[in-house]
């Protein structure tokens, strides 16, 4: 098989196959482990089109290749788009978004220009706008469409940085960093490594962040934060974490908005999926003052359920992401004063920033309110990129607030009753409170001695993994360790929740059996 012209007639076929592998899998995903160590061996299929598992010279064909990916793919993945996966924070895919995923792929548009898709452009702009609106976010904040969460903090502090720069008299978008003191970067003790991460790629070194903890935990210790800021001669960034990854805990994010405003200081929250908690009356009193933060970072491939890779950042000042991101200088590319540099039919400037600012790229941060789509990829890090809207659109269209406001509250009450579970177990310690989705615990059993509990419970998450029937990930909580199951999923049930009581409790009583 050669050139793909050749092969064009296989495409209906093969997407058919796709779609008629979809619908058995996606209804296995209630019942089959999280993963199955008898499917490892098949990983091999994926180098044995030659000898030495290099590059094929000659190609199997369209159908042959989709049908062995499929084939592979459906029993060795980790089937962590079902209900029982409950390590890191990871969410599935709502069935409007995935079918506009596929959508998504079918149309394959740049999403970096209004020139390369008007079409992607709009749905972004939609998008952007039911998100704010989602989260109760002001409409004069801009916002970008990013791969991650990770990518949202770099956006989010990329941005503080053009910020701070400008403070001392610097562009660094055109000169850099050289020259410039060290950034301040405060934060309490819930900071997530992806922030450190995003500073480490920004430049600033990810050991910039200066953590002031008032205790084991993490919470923040908001004297010695105010202490830092008044000691400082010049411009600080502050991050707050709403929604921390051991216990779901938020830092009291009103409070450092007081702090950012009385010291003049940029206020980030990584609320990746804390955000959430703006959702429900019940909860969305964690994430009072957010709407007081400069930038905001949040993911859509967590509690969003829609496919990786899916994050957004939100900024007070959209004509700062222009700023940060802008890339001048190309006479084939759109720009500011290109006849490419399209106007949208009847609305909005072009050179408006992303969410639909009109505001020129000047960083001062003087803006209007969002007229229309632009040329997003001046509004984020990427360039060429995937119209990632689009799932976002179909599944905010197809369930609406009412929808996630249901499906969020069901997650809290499966947290509630886990954690209950927990307290009802002998052997079970709870060693937090349970604000939002996730549940952090470890096996006590009154007979294991205190000094072996760590050593139990690392072998107990390892054993978790290995068994396979449901997944959770361990942590070191307050000195200890521990699980800490994260519940965002659309499709976790209680009989979930109760399987995974059931399996971690059947694998204490084998791994520290009790005294005869
Ligand atoms: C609070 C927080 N921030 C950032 C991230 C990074 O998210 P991603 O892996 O999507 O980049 C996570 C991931 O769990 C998180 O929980």
């Known amino acids: 098989m050669g050139d793909p012209l050749f092969d064009a007639d296989a495409t209906a076929g093969v997407l058919r196959r796709v779609s008629e592998a979809a619908g058995p899998y996606l209804d296995s995903l209630a019942e089959r482990p999280v993963y199955d160590p008898d499917a490892v061996s098949l990983l091999a299929e994926l180098s044995t089109l030659t000898p030495d598992g290099g590059l094929p010279e000659q190609g199997i064909g369209t159908a042959a290749a989709a049908e062995r990916l499929l084939r592979v793919g459906t029993a060795a993945a980790t089937h962590s788009a079902g209900p029982r996966f409950f390590h890191f924070v990871i969410g599935g895919t709502t069935p409007a978004a995935l079918a506009a ?55 989010s502090l990329a941005v503080a940085t053009h910020w701070w720069a400008e403070r001392h008299g610097v562009d660094v978008a055109a000169n850099g960093l050289a020259g410039l003191p060290r950034m301040p970067v405060l934060s309490g003790g819930y900071v ?47 991050v707050a974490s709403a929604g921390e990854v051991n216990a779901g805990d938020f830092d009291p994010i009103e409070a450092l908005a007081d702090l950012a405003e009385r010291h003049g200081a940029w206020l980030h929250v990584d609320g990746a999926f804390g955000l959430f908690a703006a959702l429900s009356p019940r909860t969305a009193h964690l994430v009072r003052g957010i709407d007081r933060a400069d930038s905001i970072a949040c993911d859509g491939h967590k509690w969003l359920n829609v496919p990786y890779e899916n994050g957004f950042a939100f900024v007070r000042e959209p004509a700062r992401l222009a700023a940060a991101f802008g890339m001048p200088g190309s006479a084939y590319l759109p720009g500011p004063g290109s006849p490419l540099w399209s106007k949208p039919a009847g609305r909005g400037r072009p050179d408006a920033a992303g969410g639909g ?50 499906m969020v509250e069901r997650q809290l009450d499966l947290a509630q009753r886990l954690a209950r579970l927990v307290d009802e177990a002998p052997e079970l310690e709870r060693l937090a409170e349970v604000p939002l989705c996730i549940v952090c615990f470890r096996a006590r059993p009154a007979h294991v001695a205190a000094e072996a509990l760590d050593d139990l419970n690392r072998r107990l998450g390892a054993a978790l993994l290995d068994d396979g029937r449901v997944f959770a990930g361990t942590t070191v909580y307050d000195g200890r360790v521990a699980l800490r199951p994260a519940i965002v999923n659309w499709r976790t049930t209680e009989a979930d929740i109760d399987l995974l009581v059931e399996v971690v409790r059947e694998l204490v009583a084998r791994l520290a059996p009790p005294r005869p």
Do not use: C
């Open 357 to 406: 600012t009109a505001a020129p790229a000047t960083g001062s941060g003087d803006v209007a309110v969002s007229a229309g789509p632009v040329n997003y990829s001046s509004f984020g890090p990427e360039s060429s990129r995937r119209a990632r809207a689009l799932p976002i659109w179909a599944t905010l269209a197809a369930y609406g607030r009412d929808g996630y406001r249901a």
């Open 101 to 155: 995923d596929w959508t998504t792929s079918l149309l394959d548009q740049n999403a970096a220009f209004l020139a390369s898709s008007r079409f992607a452009a709009e749905v972004e702009w939609v998008a952007l706008r039911w998100l704010r609106e989602l989260f109760g976010l002001p409409e004069t904040y801009g916002g970008a469409l990013v791969a991650s969460a990770t990518f949202a903090n770099f956006t």
């Open 192 to 238: 997530h490594a992806s922030v450190r991460k995003a500073l480490q790629m920004l430049g600033h070194g990810r050991d910039t962040v200066e953590v002031y903890a008032a205790d084991r935990v993490g919470r923040v210790d908001l004297a010695a934060v105010e202490r830092r800021l008044a000691e400082l001669d010049g411009p600080a960034v502050l």
